[in-house]
């Protein structure tokens, strides 16, 4: 079985690392993918994806990149379960970036 992303994009916000309990550094970033082809008004619609980096790549990610900065995506779809504040349970899904290559950064 594949599970495997890859997506190229534009930063949308810049990426700040957070510290886990467990003294890991991560940080969760948003990439703004363009759509191949027009809606029915002839616009190119955008699609935003949340992307969760770890260790390293976040590191490197934080200091190299800003908005605006286009990245290269590769990773993994990871499905987690959720509640709201009303107490339902959902599952959101999110990418766990695996490498990223700083196109323009």
């Known amino acids: 079985m594949i599970n495997t992303m890859v997506l190229v994009g534009t930063l ?4 700040e690392i957070k510290e886990t309990a467990l003294g890991n550094k991560m940080c969760t970033i948003k990439l703004s993918v363009p759509r191949n082809f027009p809606n029915s008004n002839g616009e190119y619609e955008v699609d935003i994806f949340p992307i969760t980096l770890w260790r390293g790549i976040a590191e490197s990610t934080a200091q190299y990149c800003k908005v605006g900065s286009i990245l290269g995506i590769k990773g993994r779809m990871q499905a987690k379960e959720l509640q709201s504040k ?3 349970t959902f599952q959101a899904l999110e990418l766990i970036a695996e490498k ?3 196109i323009q950064p």
């Open 86 to 88: 009303e107490g339902n």
């Open 12 to 15: 949308t916000e810049a990426p």
């Open 100 to 102: 990223v290559s700083f």
